[in-house]
């Protein structure tokens, strides 16, 4: 662990876990420094997460479903590393770094309803520190559990403070019956100690499914209690952003629908990655990525 940089946000700890108060705003930015009006940004910074209805129009959904299409099939690159497949039956659950994989995506990344957003929220020029499409298949499509994603990747990646904010584009459907991302509003600030060390080369298990980096029940039915669940439902199209430290995780898929997303993570250029907190090496580039270079048109 990289000793100069003082760790406000203990976790993997070996006793009991403790809920600390988050230590940094939830938004950087002012309503004049982009495209977020003064009341949703507001509103994303008591709720931790807002909506926009419409991001992408219907033409361009099409456009990147079929890219997500044509990626899921492409046979040489589900050999990959970056491809992680369900436990069960083996479809693509996720493809990570899919913005340097699609050169699609990578222009998603800069277009101006996404870049400007992101870096007024974080106040600040902005790199990716993590991309992935969530394919969430029909009938088989497994979930993710309740997790913060700032705990693992400050544990796992070295990720100093949660200055990051994750948007996550529909680009098929999202019902409450088909996997809909639910968050509990006002979680992010609160951080959720998780018990138990990090072990060794976690993520060839963890993003299939994650079993350490997982906060009690007991401390997930607080935080329910305290903050309720809301649950990002909209057409295709729609984009939620949401604040690296929301509580948030998603129900299995056994509907004829795929709940298909693509994750875009932006970190601060504020916020780069030192040592792991709480792993014994970083993650791989892929998931966590150590190119601090600021987006740029
Ligand atoms: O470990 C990670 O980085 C990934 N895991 C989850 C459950 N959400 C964030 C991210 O995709
Ligand atoms: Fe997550």
């Known amino acids: 662990m990289d000793t100069r940089i003082e760790d406000r946000y203990p976790t993997r700890v070996a006793g009991e876990a ?17 495209p977020i009006d003064a009341a949703t940004l507001a509103s994303h910074d008591a709720k931790g997460y807002s909506i926009v209805e419409g991001l992408l129009s219907p033409a361009e959904v099409q456009t990147y479903w079929q890219e997500l299409v044509r990626l899921s099939s492409d046979e040489e690159l589900k050999a990959d590393e970056r491809v992680i497949t369900e436990k069960k039956f083996g479809e693509v659950r996720s493809i990570f770094e899919v913005h340097k994989i699609s050169e699609l995506i990578s222009e998603l990344v800069r277009d101006p309803r996404v870049l400007d957003r992101a870096r007024q929220i974080l106040g600040s020029e902005v790199y990716i520190h993590q991309s992935r499409v969530n394919y969430m ?44 991302l639910m968050v509990m509003p006002g979680s992010q600030r609160t951080f959720i100690q998780c018990v138990g060390e990090t072990p060794e080369d976690n993520y060839k298990s963890s993003l299939k499914e994650q079993e350490i980096g997982v906060p009690s029940e007991h401390e997930i039915t607080k935080l329910a209690a305290e903050c309720g669940i809301d649950q990002f439902t909209g057409p295709a199209g729609s984009a939620l952003w949401f604040d690296s430290n929301i509580m948030h995780g998603s129900g ?16 601060s250029v504020e916020n780069a990655l030192v040592e792991p907190f709480a792993a014994a090496k970083p993650r791989p580039t892929f998931i966590g990525s150590r190119d601090f270079t600021p987006i740029t048109r």
């Not at 403790?18 to 982009?34: I, M, Q």
């Not at 509907?255 to 994750?263: A, D, G, K, V, W």
């Open 137 to 180: 298949p029909g009938f088989k499509g497994t979930g993710f559990y309740w997790h913060s994603d700032f705990e693992t990747w400050h544990a796992e990646d070295g990720m100093p403070s949660p200055r990051a904010v994750s948007c996550s584009i529909a680009l098929t459907d999202n019902y409450a019956f088909n996997g809909g």
């Open 252 to 267: 299995s898929n056994i509907t004829p629908y795929p709940r298909s997303n693509i994750f875009l993570v932006f970190n």
């Open 18 to 34: 403790k809920s600390l108060d988050r230590a940094d705003p939830t938004v950087w930015g002012s309503e004049s420094d982009g």
